[in-house]
């Protein structure tokens, strides 16, 4: 049993051990329990001076903490940043972990190993002054076994973790900086399955039966040859399905990949809809006697992308309907948190969302295991740049020695995730549009397939062709095409378009032989809740954000309606409507789904996060949700806007999202501003409205019948604070949250769209707030305070639970306004 340096009473150790062993196992211990976490409990230091330079003494001063954790995101946004806008204006740095822990002695037999999920950046580890080797990369896990350097028994363990994130820019986003996602000791025997040491594929599909091929990888590190017996057992929601077993013998110090087939009768096939998972299980027996068991997730689907029909998935077409994500949650910066994510998939979902794009790293694991059970079809991308930098300190100057390593290490880790459709080796890479290019994707294919046959290959090009582009017009000129030599060398399995939508319509011309898939497209700008009442408001906001603004764009604010793109892009309805048109363009991955920090678009100062996000940095979802609610959904939607706080005089383009209707009729203070339809491809529906105070009622009808009825309203002076939790029921685990919004309404309970106070927060109870966020792209106030400033209206705080059950009692006030208390129970 590993004993954590914490657990100094019997009681406590008694209860570590009944965990461990099965009374109360998580998922992950279900069949095993060789992974226990490793996040509490380590000593922090950041260092902040020349004096400290790189090393840490006996006068280092240290702070207790978990992890995940991210240094950037509790520091101040600095306009001096040698990050940049690019990385957010938070600052990097060089900082130092620490923690002290027991192994029992009963463990001195056994294989004991330290795994990082990820580490950013170049991370340094040594063991009781044993130094385990360096990681460059951020993204990608690693272990290191460290048995030979551990005291048994009663002696403490020491293990030191440097993290040097110091030389900026190295990213052209966010990072965040420190251990930021999770960490694990392993123990296991000697003769163990290794690392990533199962490969499951399932070759041959149908309703009646599925083949069942496992690869598995044994290693045995005692001194002596063994002879065991492997078996493999196929669950299904806690039943059995299967076994195979095989007998071998491994020779001493040696490695051995067995391989073993069975089949699973009427199987149940994964799908976006319907994500069923099986498990196998994999035990070693000497003896008869089990000595390691390891469990691994699949499931069984068969799917292809075709020239014609684009992309499908067990015999049937799916549109692929995705979003680019990167990895940071908001207001919790790159600490990974497993229910961040999957509320952050929650709200996808909601919206229609059915794949990922691993923009561009590879994910936590966490990501990929929610994606294989909430149903999404991902895109897990390997590197933003091969040896040509982006910025000045990136990935790039580790790429000769490491990116093999990273590659493998991912293709192993990932290649069992049934949610995995598409391996990108690369993104908007400069080499791309060279013969070097051509010869390093070459290698990175070869890499790729050799680890995994299963999946296409693909490289997110921008573009795959080389359009004749006017700057100012982005009009195609369809008879001066230049094919992009990463595209035409025959190395991909897949054409990975970044923008370039009005070629779309000649991929067939320019691929006969290739599938298409749109890897990154869009690139609208939102801020929400923003708008601009002028009734010629598309004089005033250009398709261009890049060109100038007739009368500015105050605070760096952009209009929420679907109207503001980026050079290189479009609005999001252009996009769409090209991709839904033909049946051989298999989808497309927008960016983004959600706003991130850095990267903000245009780069100027007060700007610190990106507006690209079809849902807000707070998880606020913005209007053109809705758009993609109504065509990507079976629920029925009307969604008007904006909201209905004008001056007299002005005149308001209101604009309707609606599905499962022919036509909209709009009311003003019950009077009726007219019917309107959608004609040929259009999305929305518009009127343009001389504002009124009152009540602004939409109404859509299908057959002369009402289908659906919404209606916004004129809202009177901020008065109240309300206060809605997402869950007020959470896990008292340390690491469970509740997302708390906030909303500031008037007198008669009507959202106030314009309100910006300020709100405080206090919590009593076990527990801490751990972020705060508006969705504000040039706000510099901290996610980590007690306090923030509303964005049109609303606000968000994020609650963690601590280890102790309890009531947690959250109240919000603000100058002026009538508080809010909402109560939440930890069990």
Known sequence: MFQLASYKKLGLLLVCFVVMTGCKKTDDQKFSNRKISFNSDWSFHLNDSIIDKDTIGT????????????????????????AGYGGGALNGGLGWYKKTFKVAAEDSSKVTSVIFDGVYRNSEVWVNGYYLGKRPNGYIGFQYQISPYLNYGDK???????????????????????????????????????????????????????????????QNQNSVSKKATV?????????????????????????????????????????????????????????????????????????????????????????????????????????????????????????????????HNPPAPELLDLCDKMGFIVMDEAFDMWKQNKTKYDYANDWDKWHKKDLIDQLLRDRNHPSIFVWSIGNEIPEQW????????????????QYDKTRPLTAAMNPPVNMNIDAVTLQFEKNNVQINP????????????????????????????????????????????????????????????????????????????????????????ATWKVIKKHDYLSGMYIWTGFDYIGEPT?????????????????????????????EWTDKTVLHIFPHWNWKAGQTVDVWAYYNKADEVELFLNGKSVGIRSKKGDDLHVMWKVPFQAGTLKAVSRKNGKTVLETEIKTAENPSNLKLTADR??????????????????????????NANNEINFSLKGEGKIVGVCSGDPVSHESYKGSKHTALNGKCLVIVQSSNKTGRLELTAKANGLKPATIVITAE
């Open 59 to 82: 006068s280092t001063k240290w702070r207790t903490l978990s992890v995940p954790h991210d240094w950037g995101v509790e520091g101040k946004f600095d306009e001096k940043s040698p």
């Open 156 to 218: 403490n363990n020491e293990i030191i973790v440097k993290v040097d994130n110091s030389k900026q820019p190295n990213s052209r986003w966010y990072s965040g900086s420190g251990i930021f996602r999770n960490v694990w000791i392993e123990t296991t025997d000697k003769l163990h399955v290794g690392q990533w040491g199962t490969y499951v594929t399932t070759p041959k599909v149908t309703a009646e039966k599925a083949s069942v091929n496992f690869e598995t990888t044994i």
């Open 231 to 359: 078996t493999t057992t196929i669950f299904k929601d806690d039943t059995k399905v299967t076994t195979v077993t095989q007998n071998i013998t491994i020779g001493a110090n040696a490695k051995q990949t067995i391989k073993q087939v069975t089949e699973v009768e009427t199987p149940t096939l994964w799908s976006v809809d319907k994500p069923e998972l099986y498990t196998a299980v994999t035990e070693i027996a000497v003896e008869d006697k089990i000595v390691d068991q390891y469990k691994t997730n699949f499931g069984i689907r068969d799917f292809k992308f075709d020239l014609d029909k684009g992309f499908l998935l067990n015999g049937k077409q799916v549109k692929i309907k995705g979003v680019c994500m990167h990895h940071d949650l908001g207001p919790l910066g790159s600490a990974i948190n497993t229910r961040a994510i999957e509320r952050q998939l929650e709200i996808l979902k909601g919206m229609g969302v059915n794949g990922i794009r691993t923009s």
């Open 434 to 449: 060279s013969e070097n290019g051509v010869t390093i994707a070459k290698e990175l294919a070869a890499i790729t397939r």
């Open 486 to 573: 990463l595209a035409a060398a025959g190395v991909l399995d897949l054409i990975g378009y970044n923008y370039a939508h009005q070629t779309y319509e000649y991929h067939k011309k320019n691929f006969p032989n290739t599938p298409f898939i749109a890897t990154e497209t869009t690139s609208a700008l939102e801020t929400r809740g923003y708008y601009d009442a002028n009734s010629d408001s598309i004089k005033k906001w250009p398709v261009r954000w890049d060109l100038k603004f007739t009368d500015g764009n105050p605070g760096n604010t952009v209009s929420a309606y679907d109207q503001v793109q980026a050079p290189w892009g479009s609005t999001h309805e």
């Open 602 to 630: 245009p780069y100027e100062w007060p700007s610190i996060s990106s507006y690209f996000g079809i849902v807000d940095l707070a998880g606020f979802p913005k209007d053109v949700y809705y758009m993609y609610q109504s």
């Open 728 to 753: 007020s029921n959470i896990k008292a685990d340390g690491n469970d949250l509740s997302f708390v919004t906030v909303d500031i309404l008037d007198a008669k309970g009507i959202l106030a769209p």
